[in-house]
């Protein structure tokens, strides 16, 4: 950082005021200064549902839903769970009692279980598909996870905290329950539930398992209580302050303005 001459963030500053504020202030290079940090986003993909062309089948089921209604849980591209796993999902989701739209994908340790198409008869609890035909679509590959984000069905998103994924959803409005897997994503899951208070955690028990009980207590949490009231407020607030920070006269316009500025200059 000491030899960098200056930092862009996809992040905006209502978002991650006081992250920004230990970065300028010299808190994190201790007897340096600090290089100029600016705040240039939020950068997030653009929703392709409107561009003519056919649109994913999970998109027309979310069509048929009522607003704000539909839980959504994607884990990202290396987010794979074992069939135990799964199992707890299922059985959590299900005795929820809320719609759901649940990106599943095979365990690790098969060949290619990333690709793979998984078998959810196998992997799932017998029964589980029929029970939930009329409330529950399983996605068993990518996701088109900014078009269904960008859904008035979706009041909800399981996610596995990824920077990208918290952004998107943060944009869009819609509220979260952070399930970390990897690298930074638990830290991000403590500034998601304390700081930026747009998720609802989920605890795992001592040998890593979300239990189903533990997921149908959160669901139910974020989609029907006051405390799942007040962190969808709060993401609605942030999803404002996320659209004036790239407007004209917006702080991350402003930032992207001196970044450049900064640059010519060199």
Request: charged residues 25%; neutral net charge.
């Amino acid at each position: 950082m000491r030899k960098s001459t200056g930092f862009l963030v996809n992040g905006f500053d209502a978002l991650e005021f006081r992250a920004k504020e230990a970065l300028v202030n010299g808190l994190c290079i201790p007897n340096a200064p600090t290089p100029p940090v600016y705040f240039v986003g939020p950068l997030v993909a653009e929703s392709n549902r409107n561009n003519g062309g056919l649109q994913h089948e999970c998109l027309n089921w979310l069509d048929s839903q009522p607003s704000k209604s539909v839980i959504f849980l994607c884990f990202g591209r290396r987010g794979l769970f074992s069939a135990e796993q799964l199992k707890e999902i299922a059985l959590g989701l299900e005795n929820s009692g809320h719609r759901f739209l649940w990106s599943v994908r095979s365990p690790p340790g098969k060949q290619n279980s990333a690709a793979a198409e998984p078998d959810l008869d196998e992997l799932l609890p017998k029964g589980f598909l029929e029970r939930t035909k009329d409330r529950g679509f399983i996605i068993k590959s990518w996701a088109p996870q900014t078009e269904v984000l960008s859904h008035d069905s979706v009041g909800g998103f399981v996610t596995h905290c990824g920077r990208s994924s918290v952004l998107e959803a943060v944009s869009l409005g819609v509220p979260m329950i952070g399930w970390p897997l990897y690298a930074e994503q638990r830290m991000n899951r403590v500034f998601m539930v304390e700081e930026m208070k747009v998720a609802l955690p989920l605890e795992e028990t001592a040998d890593g398992l979300v239990t189903a009980v533990e997921l149908e207590k959160r669901v139910r949490e974020l989609m029907d209580s006051q405390t799942g009231k007040a962190v969808r407020l709060r993401v609605t607030e942030l999803k404002t302050s996320a659209a004036a920070a790239v407007r004209e006269h917006g702080s991350s316009l402003i930032a992207l303005q001196n970044f450049i500025a900064a640059v010519t200059r060199v």
